[in-house]
């Protein structure tokens, strides 16, 4: 099945700030993802109900209609691929030349996203790597601080993690890296439109941590612990 993409030209949600963003169809999230139907934030209130329109093919278009919208974007443009959803792909493996088309499109813009697709394989990380090195920031997702450090060693992209629900000061990874909580967290001033930390693609950038929020949050943090004690 083709995933179905859909495009805002300006989000309204506080955190994110008024910067473009997308939703692609949830079939694109990884069966391995632990937060499917388990507290991933993306399913909730309005950008769940939004989210399941473009899943049922209600709303969006087709790859070929997002990439032509991205790249019709100003110069330097910051966006935000997938307030829900995740990289092209099926089962646990990404679709590689999907990903380079739209790494294409983003040619002189600043788009950034997430991911969780599994990077113990090599197809995987392969892809992400060239995304990264084109100016497309893919972050890889951790489920825990010490996931955290198990992403980076791979040296191939920057990486964020789920933190408990009171983890609001900056902390480390057990190995010693430093976690500093997403600034829109923890200021209601900021967003990602001025902070622009999960925009930058060095692999040697602090990992961004976010502590389970939302209305599944308990389920959220159940995640974190099942990694944490792992």
């Known amino acids: 099945m083709r995933h179905q993409y859909h495009f805002s030209k300006k989000s309204s949600n506080r955190k994110t700030g008024p910067i473009p963003t997308t939703t692609t169809s949830a079939e694109s999230c990884p069966p391995s993802c632990p937060l499917i139907d388990n507290g991933c934030y993306a399913e909730m209130s309005f950008q769940g109900m939004h989210w399941r329109k473009v899943t049922a093919r209600k709303r969006g278009g087709s790859l070929t209609a997002l990439c032509s919208q991205v790249a019709a974007l100003p110069t330097g443009q910051l966006w935000r691929h997938n307030v829900s959803g995740d990289l092209p792909g099926k089962g646990n493996k990404i679709n590689r030349t999907a990903l380079r ?17 599994p990077m113990t394989l090599q197809h995987n ?60 967290v923890t200021h209601d001033n900021v967003s990602c439109a001025t902070c622009k930390l999960c925009q930058s693609n060095k692999r040697d ?26």
């Open 205 to 230: 950038r602090p990992i961004v941590g976010f502590p389970a929020h939302g209305s599944k949050a308990r389920a959220t943090q159940e995640v974190v612990e099942t990694f944490l004690a792992a």
């Open 125 to 184: 990380r392969v892809a992400v790597t060239l995304a990264n090195q084109d100016g497309f920031t893919i972050n890889l997702s951790a489920n825990s601080p010490a996931h955290a450090d198990t992403l980076a060693d791979l040296d191939i992209a920057p990486v964020v993690t789920l933190l408990p629900i009171d983890q609001l000061e900056n902390t480390e990874t057990p190995a010693g890296r430093a976690i500093v909580i997403c600034p829109a």
């Open 101 to 117: 088309e739209l790494t294409i499109a983003n040619t002189g813009r600043d788009g950034f996203t997430y991911t969780h697709y």
